[in-house]
């Protein structure tokens, strides 16, 4: 929809034009920005005018711009090693959007949104994906993803910083994953989707869509079903731990999340329970 409100557009060139005034808001893909009003928008800063690198590979990380588009993403080419690919394909699927909106919408964008159903936060949080943050001073911090997002269009960002990127550990590209996704109808958005991440050494569950922000569970090694159980009702106990919107109601949200978190859970002990029987043929 037009911004009618929207008085100035910046293209800047460089870090030192980035700088936000009350009323400005940085621009990435805009498939957000322009489907809704926007109260006291007055100005837009498009950071795609900064030229940033997609992706960055470097020794033991992949670093993915905040304005490298879903089909960009999507388009790398992964190393052999990581099995955690096929995640990035399931996740942008998730949104449910067109080709179109691929070529347009960011992955930073999708997480600075903060919506709960906010694929890419579900992805980069269970990649153990760390945000990179620009602050007005020049400076930047760091923040875990599935720390940056703390509610339903709320984030530990102030309205002068910007992501820059989202750094991914390897060891987290090289791990195991699982999905499970379900919404009240073929074509709705995310009721629940639940991921996880798992190695001999490590299982790591997330929770999003259903829960106002991302809920992440770890556990040395895969646990068994009683530790799963326990560790989802200390974080999770209550309704008003579960979102509640017309996609969904709280008790539906966590009878969904906690089914896909135990065959999530079973996944993971099964692959185990391979790899050991595999292991001790090999004797």
């Not at 990649?127 to 602050?135: G, K, M, N, R």
């Not at 940056?148 to 991914?168: K, M, N, P, S």
Request: neutral net charge.
């Amino acid at each position: 929809m037009d911004l009618v409100s929207v008085r100035t557009v910046r293209t800047p060139s460089h870090r030192d034009d980035l700088a936000l005034s009350p009323g400005d808001r940085p621009l990435g893909g805009g498939t957000w920005l322009f489907s809704e009003e926007q109260p006291g928008l007055t100005g837009l800063v498009d950071l795609t005018a900064l030229g940033w690198p997609d992706v960055e590979r470097t020794a033991g990380t992949l670093t993915i711009a905040a304005t490298c588009t879903i089909a960009a993403l999507l388009r790398v080419r992964p190393d052999a090693a990581w099995s955690a690919w096929p995640l990035v394909d399931r996740c942008a699927n998730a949104l449910l959007a067109s080709f179109k909106v691929w070529n347009a919408a960011t992955v930073g964008g999708n997480v600075a949104v903060g919506l709960p159903a906010g694929a890419m936060t579900a992805l980069l949080a269970t990649l153990d994906a760390t945000a990179v943050v620009w602050t007005p001073d020049g400076g930047e911090r760091r923040v875990p993803v599935e720390r940056l997002v703390t509610g339903v269009r709320t984030l530990d960002l102030r309205h002068d910083e910007v992501i820059r990127a989202f750094v991914v550990p390897e060891s987290a590209l090289r791990a195991t994953t699982g999905y499970r996704r379900v919404s009240l109808s073929p074509h709705g958005r995310s009721g629940a989707l639940v991921t996880a991440r798992w190695t001999a050494d490590e299982f790591v569950l997330v929770v999003t869509a259903a829960t106002p922000r991302p809920v992440v569970l770890r556990f040395a090694g895969t646990p068994d079903a009683a530790a799963l159980d326990a560790a989802l009702g200390a974080e999770l106990g209550s309704d008003a731990d579960w979102y509640d919107d017309p996609h969904g109601s709280p008790a539906w949200r966590r009878s969904v999340s906690t089914r896909f978190a135990r065959e999530l859970r079973a996944d993971a002990a099964a692959a185990a329970a391979g790899a050991s029987a595999s292991a001790g043929g090999a004797r």
